[in-house]
Structure formats: structure tokens, C-alpha cells
């Protein structure tokens, strides 16, 4: 018998069968791949975060660019932190996936769809935030432009 053959849902009649567990199990091993290596770009943003004065002025910047280096290192930092939630979220739905396939656990599954549901509904909260910003900026220039 395959994993979740005989979970189901008694107000949908959802039933998550030997086919639909080994798709939860593959998505959940790519998920946890993107996870990691999210994780692993997280790090390097933060890294790059810290450093970036000195890298300013390795490359003869920081006299040019006076006091910006702490500002584009907060940058850094803020564009780590971002990402980071999706990807919390993107790891928790992989990994519960995985083990509630393995275990026949539907309390899991719904745990990880949970995280999953989160990692969408960040990100679709992001997208809306940057479409805003960017119709603003597109109305504050047409509106420069006519002035000048």
C-alpha cells in the first residue's frame, strides 16, 4: 500500500492517493533544494551586506560615495531579510511534505501546506507592495517630466 492511499477528506472528498504522495514527495525534495540554496543565497547577501564598504573601497568608491556604504549595507541586509521568510516557509513545507508522506501523517500534511500557503501568500503580498511602488514612481516621473 502506498503512502496517503487511505487519507481523505470527508467534507471534500479529497483523497490524496499513491500518485498524488509521490508528487508531494518530489515537490517536497525540490522545494527543500530551492530552500537550501535560499538559505545558502541569504547568507552571501549578508555577508555582502557587511562588507560592502570595504568593498567600496577596494575598488576606489568610498571617497566618491561617502556615507553610502552604510546605507546600501542596510539595503543589503533589508533584501536578506525578505527573502528569508519565503524561504523559512518554503523549508518548513518541504520538509513536513516529505515526512508526512513517509509517516501516513495527515496533521503534517496539513502543516506543510500551511507553510506553503504562507511562502505564496508572502510573496504575493511582495509582488503587490513592488506593483504599487511602481506605478507610483511611474506617475511621480510622467508628472517630473511634464514639469520640466
Not at 70 to 99: E, H
Request: with cysteine.
Amino acid at each position: 500500500m502506498n503512502p496517503l492511499d487511505s487519507l481523505s477528506s470527508s467534507s471534500s472528498g479529497l483523497v490524496v492517493n499513491g500518485e498524488s504522495a509521490g508528487y508531494l514527495k518530489e515537490t517536497g525534495g525540490w522545494a527543500r533544494f530551492l530552500a537550501i540554496v535560499g538559505f545558502c543565497t541569504i547568507a552571501l547577501v549578508l555577508v555582502l551586506a557587511f562588507f560592502v564598504g570595504s568593498l567600496m573601497s577596494s575598488f576606489g568608491m568610498g571617497s566618491q560615495l561617502a556615507g553610502m556604504e552604510f546605507i546600501m549595507g542596510l539595503y543589503y541586509f533589508g533584501i536578506a531579510l525578505l527573502y528569508f521568510f519565503p524561504t523559512l516557509f518554503l523549508f518548513r513545507f518541504a520538509t513536513n511534505a516529505i515526512d508526512a508522506v513517509q509517516a501516513n501523517d495527515t496533521p503534517t500534511l496539513v502543516t506543510s501546506l500551511k507553510n506553503l500557503k504562507s511562502c505564496f501568500k508572502f510573496i504575493g503580498i511582495l509582488t503587490a507592495i513592488g506593483l504599487g511602488l511602481l506605478v507610483l514612481m511611474l506617475i511621480f516621473g510622467l508628472l517630473a517630466g511634464a514639469m520640466m
